[in-house]
């Protein structure tokens, strides 16, 4: 039995940036740091920082001095002035796809175009978007009917920005509706993070050689368990939390474990299952 991993899986490139910016902080002696919201959404990560002394906040007011840590999902650009206001020390891990949406977003504005941000409303990231803009400038909409609830004839000019972990295909239906209302402009947000690893995944279980496959993440994940739901349709397939999760009846007769992991799964819980596959196959 041999295990292959997806050629895609785990964190994307902002979450590792900004784990390793926060362990680096960790490591030059900052043990007064405190996250703004979680680094990633990932319990073993979190306990891991707790560990290295970097706490998880919710609200900024809870950070009494010291270093303030914004996640890779970013923050209204207010609340770096609220930090330095109360005199903390801000460690920004704010991904720059992210800041190219804040961006895009002020030029729009700038120039009297409505914003239109497909997304969840209470997601960090739309969050950090919207919570500084006059409510009247903006929309967050993620359905049709929520588009249809708009009296759009006053808004002539509408760029759309999307969330930037979403699936664009899934929201074409409320970007048309919005089309055929207003002249509508989209900015490329989408991150592609997430779909190269449903892409890597689903690869892995039409592979032939592998005998099913391991998902690795945290069942409250929505990432990890789509992950789930494209590797089940083609190989048996589990989703485990970690080598505690592993069952030796799904190892019978198989010769090739393929895994994967969410993006909120750090890669040393990932080595973790794989040394557990490796050692049940030793064991017998
Ligand atoms: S925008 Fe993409 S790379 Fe950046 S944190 Fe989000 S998923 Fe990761």
């Not at 960090?124 to 409510?135: A, C, F, L, N, S």
């Not at 903006?138 to 808004?155: I, K, M, N, Q």
């Not at 997430?194 to 945290?218: F, H, M, S, W, Y």
Request: glycine fraction near 10%.
């Amino acid at each position: 039995m041999e295990v292959k991993r997806a050629e895609k899986y785990g964190f994307c490139a902002g979450v590792r940036v900004a784990d390793q910016k926060v362990k680096a902080f960790a490591g030059r002696g900052g043990r007064d740091g405190r996250i703004l919201g979680q680094v990633v959404h990932n319990e073993r990560v979190v306990e891991e920082m707790e560990a290295l002394g970097v706490l998880t906040i919710d609200d900024l007011d809870e950070a009494a001095g010291g270093t303030v840590i914004f996640s890779a999902h970013g923050v209204p650009p207010s609340f770096h002035r609220r930090a330095r206001d109360r005199g903390l020390k801000i460690l920004d891990t704010t991904c720059p796809f992210v800041y190219d949406v804040h961006e895009e977003a002020d030029r729009a504005a700038d120039e009297g175009v409505h914003l239109v941000f497909i997304g969840e409303p209470d997601h960090r990231e739309v969050i950090g978007y919207t919570r500084d803009r006059d409510p009247a400038s903006y929309h967050v909409l993620s359905t049709v009917a929520e588009a249809r609830g708009v009296d759009w004839s006053v808004y002539p000019r509408v760029k759309v920005l999307y969330q930037t972990t979403l699936n664009a295909e899934e929201y074409e239906d409320v970007v048309r509706y919005l089309e055929s209302r207003a002249a509508v402009s989209r900015a490329d947000t989408i991150c592609y993070a997430t779909k190269e690893n449903q892409d890597a995944a689903r690869a892995l279980a039409r592979d032939p050689e592998v005998d099913l496959i391991l998902v690795v993440g945290g069942r409250q994940s929505a990432n990890t368990r789509h992950l789930w739901e494209i590797c089940g349709e083609v190989k048996p397939s589990y989703l485990v939390q970690g080598p505690g999760d592993l069952s030796d009846d799904w190892f019978a007769g198989a010769r090739l474990v393929g895994i994967t992991a969410g993006a909120s799964t750090p890669d040393y819980v990932i080595d973790e299952v794989e040394q557990a596959v490796t050692a049940m196959q030793a064991g017998g």
